[in-house]
């Protein structure tokens, strides 16, 4: 597994890194056979060190988790612990899902961009009907099926996923409802 440890205005030194791959490489194996990357990224807020570690499967889901704390070392402790919840959680899903899976999950390239928020005038009226693109980024869309998207969307805490549903060949969309459900858009 391949590891990109780096840190927002903060030093990591060789001890923490060393960490940093043995526990969340402990953590990983246990529940996932084929983990391809994980990108662990540690900041400050105000008084607190924050982490947030990303994992990448080659089953093409990404689990995703975010902790605080006072020291750095527990911080990333946290972040691990929840790491491990949620693959524990979702490891009967992974093996009944990707079982019957001979390859990795198919992705195709996307543009994604950023839009300014409309600023109105005094009556209330945007100064104009286009909108201001702040940033343009290449994005992935993978091709998974219905059941596969809502889990990916659950692993990385998104409100919404698009994905190419593997038995319509067609874009489709998973959203959470503010129901709590779960919303399948299949145009």
């Known amino acids: 597994m391949r590891y990109q440890i780096s840190g927002k ?4 030194g060789a001890a923490l890194q060393t960490h940093v791959e043995t526990e969340l490489g402990d ?3 246990k529940y996932a056979q084929r983990p391809t990357d994980a ?10 060190y924050v982490c947030e570690a990303t994992v990448h499967l080659s089953t093409g889901l990404t689990a ?13 402790d946290s972040c691990c612990e929840k790491m491990d919840k949620q693959l524990r959680r979702y490891k009967r899903r992974l093996k009944d899902h990707h079982k019957d899976r001979a390859e990795p999950v198919e992705l195709y390239g996307a543009s994604s961009y950023i839009l300014a928020a ?18 343009e980024m290449e ?9 596969e998207a809502v889990m990916q969307m659950e692993l990385a805490g ?6 190419r549903n593997e038995s319509k060949d067609g874009l489709n969309v998973v959203y959470r409802r503010e129901d709590g459900n779960i919303g399948w858009i299949d145009p």
């Open 139 to 147: 994005t992935k869309i993978p091709s998974l099926s219905v059941g």
């Open 27 to 29: 953590v990983v194996s």
């Open 9 to 12: 205005q903060i030093d990591i």
């Open 39 to 48: 990108h662990v990224v540690f900041s400050r807020s105000a008084h607190e």
């Open 64 to 76: 995703q988790a975010k902790a605080h704390a006072t020291e750095i070392y527990a911080a990333f």
């Open 158 to 163: 998104a409100p919404v996923l698009v994905f």
């Open 118 to 135: 409309e600023e109105a005038d005094a009556e209330g009226e945007p100064d104009s009907l286009q909108p201001i693109i702040v940033a």
